[in-house]
């Protein structure tokens, strides 16, 4: 088999999440939770669907640079919105300038997605 290098980088491009919905991007989704000790989406997944359905939570999910944060989140989201949840997903990047951010301005951001997402389902 020979090896398409600029196909093989294009797909492992730390800056760009996998997309859930996409069947050629999701063949290179590897799960990693084995070595990261926990399957920390579904326990996300868990305490969203489970254990608090009805509440806002509040989790914290961090990681460096690349190490797949955006694609296990996306994933998260795809398997919330098979069960009917509602799901605001946006980079931040692409809203605030990121050498100048406070609190304002991401709460902002935050306002201005939730707002514009439930126009789109007309709430």
Known sequence: MVLDLP???KACNPSKPLSMGDVNEIKYYIDFS???GNKII??????ITLI???EPTCQLFTGHIGCGKSTELLRLKAELEQQKFHVVYFESSQDLDMADVDLSDILLSIAGQVSESLEKIKI
């Not at 579904?42 to 305490?47: D, F, P, V």
Request: net charge positive; proline share 13%; hydrophobic share 20%.
């Open 7 to 9: 196909r093989f980088y």
């Open 34 to 36: 084995p070595v990261r």
């Open 42 to 47: 579904e326990s996300l997944k868990r305490t």
């Open 52 to 54: 608090s359905p009805d």
